[in-house]
DNA sequence: CTGAATCCCTTAAGATACTG
DNA sequence: CAGTATCTTAAGGGATTCAG
């Protein structure tokens, strides 16, 4: 178990230290999948988060448990199975997770429609 | 000039697209700024994210203002002037900087208030 | 199924030195 | 002041294997 890495920052900077909390590759989007489904399972988050391999998604799913954005409950019947789901701290990000969703899809809408001088990506 | 990585992600997923824009390391910091100065400079820049190294901060930057979300402007006087200041583009984003500056806020607040249990950082 | 552990290569990023 | 270039080290992260 590593030692969380710091954002040794100015030390009021709110952004920063929500940075903190979110910027780990793929939390806000672990987090925002959480968000919608309520209570999810390992598995079906690698199905929602193709692009993440197994690994970063368990080391991600460590470090919020560790800064107490998520709950894992381990059900231990055969096949293991266990939950995820956001504790009552978690939720109070999701005003931040959410506008970054509202400005994604606002961006996807923009890049699809004038992808005429929008050549790369 | 390397070409951009990419969240190639699930394709419609929108966090992931903001995240494709503001997931560096310190951009949210530095637009974060951008919005409360509306004007600014490398150096100011600098003095206010110390931990963000020179390299770093102008890599950054780049990359922001490859994206669009930022302009630079060079005043060829001695010595040398450059102003940063954030496109009409870049600022759609302020909702988004702006409820992670206020959940940051709060969390830095609640830090505080019980670092009682809270031993770590 | 849900993870942890190891191996190993790729990328990020600090330090330092140099240009306009 | 505002960067860029290079070099080196540390961290990130995939593939695979093992465990509960």
Redesign the pocket.
């Known amino acids: 178990m590593?030692i969380r890495?710091v954002y040794d920052c100015a030390p009021g900077c709110p952004v920063e230290s929500t940075l903190q909390i979110i910027a780990g590759?793929w939390k806000s989007v672990i987090i925002y999948h959480l968000i919608q489904d309520h209570i999810s399972?390992?598995?079906?988050l690698?199905r929602q988060i193709p692009?993440?391999?197994?690994?970063?998604l368990?080391l991600q799913?460590?470090e919020l448990i560790a800064d107490q954005i998520i709950v894992?409950t381990?059900d231990p019947a055969t096949?293991?199975?266990?939950t995820?789901q956001l504790s009552a701290f978690g939720k109070t990000l999701t005003p931040v997770i959410m506008a970054m969703a509202t400005w994604g899809s606002t961006y996807n809408q923009h890049q699809t429609a004038d992808d005429s001088h929008q050549s790369k990506r």
């Open positions: 590593t890495k590759k399972h390992f598995g079906t690698q692009a993440c391999s197994r690994r970063m368990a799913l460590q894992k381990i096949p293991l199975k266990t995820y």
